[in-house]
T-cell receptor
């Protein structure tokens, strides 16, 4: 299994508070991604990173920011949490090479509830 | 734009076959398939590249029709362990971003 951890695994927070989720990898992979998963929508990309301090927006980036100061860590911040951001958040990593061609490996997920 | 998966759900008996389809309105560079069990993370199954051959993984195989922008996942002689939600992820060539379908829930009964 790819070495990806997410913290916290569960969090309940109140509307309007900032929240930071952490993704940590031990694989030294270049690419890191944040997705949210909601019933009926599958996985939707929030932000991704292609290197230290190199990030870009995904499909549903409004209300979220990210930072990557080290290869192994990718942080997702909800600047002011809203109930619509209640979701399961998955981090993923990928690396191009050989025949694998950037398959993505997912972390265990963080279940966030905004009340 | 999100690829369309069909069917949304399928129930079958152990040993039966199933096909899951994934269709996109965009030209595709590659298609990825993942399986997710309840409460767990998605797990990579296989990737199909433009111009590549059909892939296989145990009794699970897939095809990619570039002209029709479609991919199909074939599960042969289903096992109980095949139960879960299957997602296709499509890549239209933009910086390793995948766009995932909404999933197909597969239930295999004994």
């Amino acid at each position: 299994d790819a070495g990806i951890t997410q913290s916290p695994r569960h969090k309940v927070t109140e509307t309007g508070t900032p929240v930071t989720l952490r993704c940590h990898q031990t694989e030294n992979h270049r690419y890191m991604y944040w997705y949210r998963q909601d019933p009926g929508h599958g996985l939707r990309l929030i932000h991704y990173s292609y290197g230290v301090k190199d990030t870009d927006k995904g499909e549903v980036s409004d209300g979220y920011s990210v930072s990557r100061s080290k290869t192994e860590d990718f942080l997702l911040t909800l600047e002011s949490a809203t109930s619509s951001q209640t979701s399961v958040y998955f981090c993923a990593i990928s690396e191009e090479g050989g025949t694998t061609h950037y398959e993505q490996y997912f972390g265990p997920g963080t279940r966030l509830t905004v009340t | 734009q999100q690829p369309v998966q069909s069917p949304q759900a399928v129930i079958l008996r152990e040993g039966e076959d199933a096909v899951i389809n994934c269709s996109s309105s965009k030209a595709l560079y590659s298609v990825h398939w993942y399986r997710q069990k309840h409460g767990e993370a998605p797990v990579f199954l296989m990737i199909l590249l433009k111009g590549g051959e059909q892939k296989g993984h145990d009794k699970i195989s897939a095809s990619f029709n570039e002209k029709k922008q479609q991919s199909s996942l074939y599960l042969t002689a289903s096992q109980l362990s095949y139960s879960g939600t299957y997602f296709c992820g499509t890549d239209s060539g933009s910086a390793r971003q995948l766009t995932f379908g909404s999933g197909t829930q597969l239930t295999v009964l004994p």
